[in-house]
């Protein structure tokens, strides 16, 4: 039995499919510094765009090809807005409720016959609506991303708790500094703070001179609102060597190198980001 494959359909759907894999690639939030609120308005003139190309369009399956590509600009774009808003189980009920209405209403539009706009109308409408991402995305531009600012204390003193194993280091945690968050522009963003790591230098009884350093985020906080300013404690987990009886005190130092020699016991933090930090 041999079948009988249109090859124009089929590329048609090739490019229907790697469209798919290019706006699943733009919303992971790795290419174009773009906020989380454009992002989102982009993907939705997107739909727009390519459903009035699908009407206006009279050729061979272009217009069915149109409302492919309009159909998962959509289909992504609610997925975009349901992870990055968090509406919750009743905004994303209504959501999907209003999705189906709309693409229902649509169809029942498309088979009721939407009288086809001129080339010149189409060409105008599409223009408008190109210019309106213009500009969404110079004001994005303009209005600066998300800073960050890494402050440490001066020095830190822990207290020596008491050991439930003798022949372990107990680690003490301790606040060492903070880090602020800023987003000046009146657009949501991504929120992505900088990496840290530390290390021991100086005299020190541990045998082992990493030093584990986090902050206090919550595990999905991954958003910071618009015209918005957070902080975050940064913790470091310090080892104690258990025979000892009195508090400690280490200095505290950022970027220098854990090869770096300290007449006192010193963590050292490094800052690794790629946002601008102060």
């Not at 790697?18 to 699943?24: T, V």
């Not at 992870?83 to 209403?105: D, H, K, M, Q």
């Not at 606040?175 to 949501?188: C, Q």
């Not at 400690?248 to 854990?258: F, H, L, Q, S």
């Amino acid at each position: 039995m041999r079948l009988a494959i249109d090859s124009g359909k089929l590329l048609y759907a090739l490019g229907v499919l790697f469209a798919a894999a290019a706006l699943l690639y733009f919303v992971r939030d790795v290419v174009f510094d773009l906020s989380i609120t454009v992002k989102a308005a982009l993907l939705l003139l997107g739909f727009v765009v390519l459903f009035v190309a699908g009407v206006a369009l009279e050729r061979d399956v272009l217009d069915v090809v149109a409302f492919a590509l309009s159909g998962v600009t959509y289909v992504v774009f609610v997925g975009y807005v349901v992870v990055r808003y968090s509406p919750g189980e009743t905004g994303t009920f209504l959501l999907l409720a209003i999705s189906a209405g709309l693409f229902v209403g649509l169809g029942y539009a498309l088979r009721a016959g939407i009288p086809t706009p001129s080339r010149r109308t189409a060409a105008a409408a599409l223009g408008g609506l190109l210019i309106v991402s213009a500009v969404l995305v110079g004001a994005d531009a303009l209005s600066g991303g998300v800073t960050y600012d890494v402050q440490t204390n001066e020095s830190v003193t822990v207290s020596v708790p008491e050991p439930e194993n003798p022949d372990r280091y107990p680690y003490i945690e301790a606040e060492i500094g903070a880090v602020t968050a800023s987003n000046p522009s009146p657009f949501l963003r991504a929120l992505d703070l900088p990496s840290l790591s530390g290390c021991l230098v100086g005299p020190t009884d541990h045998p082992e001179d990493s030093v584990y350093v986090d902050t206090d985020i919550e595990w999905d906080e991954d958003t910071i609102g618009a015209s918005t300013t957070k902080s975050y404690a940064v913790t470091a987990e310090l080892p104690i060597d258990p025979n000892r009886t009195e508090s400690k005190t280490y200095a505290v130092e950022r970027d220098i190198d854990c090869s770096a020699e300290r007449s006192e016991p010193t963590i050292a933090i490094q800052v690794d980001g790629s946002d601008t930090l102060d």
